[in-house]
């Protein structure tokens, strides 16, 4: 019964991968230092004769782009050319890539200033001196033995090694794992685990979604004044705003960070940005004992968690955002707000 209902299940899958061969990229394209939109931006895609160009609200769609990793390049008079590489576009979800532009100035005849182009892995943060590394979702997923935790992917990082692999706490230069910052969107949390004990910034299960994240820095040294508190490393967190311009659903499983659903969409029909995005997870090692699975081991973990962030249209007044995460009740791990 259990081989009849996986093969109907991949039978469905591989159907579907072949009814659809192209996909929806989209986004908003902003300049970098007064995070306003920018119109008449031409967007294409490298090899390809596929393109758009930016409207008022700086928004963008390319609504066929085929599947596989794509290259997508980006210019406009009067900034600097820019380029996203190794875009992974697949069937079951629009891409949502938004883009900030660095104006190009220059005085004829009298003096040139340029700046030096942002390399792969900077931080986002612009007043980062040094010791810091941005990742995104992708580099979290495709990190080999990863769980899909970022906390796995920066003991990859000079300076940086993991407790065991039972737990995920990070260990920088020595520095105990108790000295390390977490913030999210700027406001500073507590450990984000499942199942951590006090005093520690590490747990056995990680309580952060990849499908919410959003590029996000990690900081060994040289901190800005803002992480004036921080010891050992800052882990500065980036939450993704859902997709404004239709309703989707997505279900996962992850034999590790267990079955997922998120719903994003959104929020009114004046295409100004707000949208909503939510997400549900429970441990599938909970699941698959209660069905008589044997994972390898008696030490199951039990947990389940959610996070949201809502995102407020472009407006007068500014845009704002209202998140959080947490679990839907108490349990042996303890909620995270």
């Not at 003096?111 to 986002?124: P, S, Y």
């Not at 700027?186 to 004990?197: D, I, K, L, R, V």
């Not at 929020?267 to 004992?289: D, I, P, W």
């Amino acid at each position: 019964m259990k081989q009849l209902i996986t093969t109907i299940i991949l039978c469905t899958v591989a159907a579907t991968a072949s009814a659809q061969k192209t996909q929806a990229i989209h986004g908003i394209i902003t300049d970098r230092i007064s995070e306003k939109p920018l119109a008449g931006v031409t967007i294409t895609v490298a090899g390809l004769d596929i393109g758009a160009v930016s409207d008022s609200l700086g928004r963008y769609v390319l609504p066929a782009v085929p599947l596989g990793r794509q290259q997508l390049n980006y210019g406009s008079t009067g900034y600097y050319p820019a380029s996203v590489a190794s875009v992974l576009v697949t069937a079951g979800k629009e891409v949502i890539l938004d883009v900030s532009l660095e104006q190009r100035l220059v005085t004829l005849k009298t003096l040139t200033v340029t700046a030096a182009k942002a390399k792969r892995g900077a931080a986002t943060n612009e007043f980062t001196a040094g010791s810091s590394r941005s990742f995104s979702v992708e580099d979290v997923t495709r990190y080999a033995g990863g769980r899909n935790d970022p906390s796995k992917l920066v003991s990859n990082f000079a300076g940086v090694a993991a407790n065991s692999d039972a737990r995920n706490d990070i260990v920088v230069r020595g520095n105990s794992p108790a000295g390390v910052l977490w913030k999210i969107d700027g406001s500073p949390s507590p450990s984000p685990n499942h199942f951590a004990t006090l005093g520690t910034s590490g747990g056995p299960v990680s309580a952060l979604n990849t499908n919410v994240l959003k590029t996000s820095d990690f900081l060994t040294g040289a901190f800005p004044a803002e992480f004036g508190n921080a010891t050992a490393a800052v882990f500065d967190i980036s939450l993704r705003s859902g997709n404004s311009s239709r309703h989707e659903q997505t279900l996962q499983l992850n034999a590790f960070s267990g079955f997922e659903a998120t719903v994003e969409g959104p929020l009114n029909n004046k295409n100004n940005g707000a949208a909503y995005l939510a997400s549900y997870r429970y441990s599938f090692a909970q699941v698959a004992q209660s069905l008589g699975i044997n994972i390898g081991t008696k030490a199951v973990p039990k947990y389940q968690d959610w996070a949201f962030n809502i995102t407020s249209g472009a407006s007068r007044a500014g845009k704002f955002s209202f998140f959080g995460m947490g679990e839907p009740a108490p349990s042996t791990s303890s909620a995270r707000t």
